[in-house]
């Protein structure tokens, strides 16, 4: 099994019903040429790609923007994945109900996770007024995927997503398991200390590439890092995740098993960690 654990349902029709809001999604993230696709579709491209599952992660830029995606739009296209997706919920850390929104998200809804995205919604991880939230995901045991490093969406800072700025979370919360998603880019070596140094941190591989996938990949995993890094020390805290619909899933996937990483590698950054990072496997490398 193939589990995708960064794909965003921003142009999914069920929750992008008009061109008007597809539109304002395209410039305000930075997804200038994506097109409108329904459930079914989204599911027939999964397949054709040899993707078995995804995390579908939200948005909840109410501040910011005026836009989100509801946590009730989520557990809606969970419902229409028969399968296929593991929903997240996503927040808006500066409205008062925040806490109260995401106790419901995971008790009535049964929302797999949390997305959060320092950048653009202009907030710290270490900021003290995050760990109700945290609290939360603790109590629920329900993981965070962050978006970590560079971003493209305008309007933003990548200051609030160095990797480092994720340390005293990780320290102050051993319990919670949290992503930092696109492997930190450009700070690859100090998101592969954090996964290194702290059990409960992971990354994933949706991180930016030119036009070529495996040259980007064997640029990150074979050069910035090193090949041992990901095929030894770092094998169990790596998720492949392909951050569609920016990338394609197709050419990502492929471009990771051309690495020429030992089988099991593969099979753990493909589907045991991910299952792992949900809290559906134990985590078995660390007894």
Not at 189 to 199: C, D, H, Q, R, S
Not at 256 to 283: C, M, P, S, Y
């Amino acid at each position: 099994m193939v589990i995708d654990v960064h794909y965003h349902p921003a142009f999914i029709k069920e929750v992008c019903g008009d061109e008007e809001l597809a539109e304002r999604r395209r410039n305000d993230m930075a997804y200038y040429k994506t097109g409108v696709a329904e459930v079914e579709r989204i599911k027939e491209r999964m397949k054709s790609s040899g993707v078995d599952r995804c995390f579908l992660l939200p948005h909840d830029y109410s501040t910011v923007s005026g836009d989100r995606i509801s946590n009730e739009e989520m557990k809606d296209l969970v419902e229409l994945g028969e399968g296929m997706f593991y929903g997240f919920a996503s927040v808006d850390p500066e409205q008062e109900d925040a806490g109260e929104k995401l106790e419901h998200a995971f008790r009535e809804l049964n929302l797999s996770g949390l997305k959060l995205h320092p950048s653009k919604q202009g907030f710290y991880p270490n900021d003290k007024k995050m760990y109700g939230l945290y609290d939360i995901c603790v109590k629920y045991n329900r993981p965070i995927l962050f978006h970590a490093g560079f971003t493209w969406q305008p309007g933003t800072l990548a200051k609030y997503s160095h990797p480092l700025n994720f340390e005293e979370v990780a320290l102050d919360f051993p319990e919670l398991r949290f992503c930092l998603a696109h492997m930190g880019f450009p700070w690859v070596k100090e998101t592969a200390m954090m996964i290194l140094k702290y059990p409960n941190v992971y990354a994933d591989t949706s991180a930016l590439y030119f036009d070529s996938a495996y040259e980007f990949y064997e640029y990150l995993f074979k050069q910035e890092l090193g090949y041992g890094w990901l095929d030894r020390s770092l094998r169990h805290k790596v998720m492949f995740g392909s951050n569609m619909p920016r990338f394609e899933e197709m050419r990502m996937l492929a471009a990771l098993k051309r690495l020429g990483l030992r089988e099991e590698t593969v099979e753990l950054i493909t589907e045991d960690n991910a299952l792992v990072f949900l809290g559906e496997r134990e985590q078995a490398w660390l007894g």
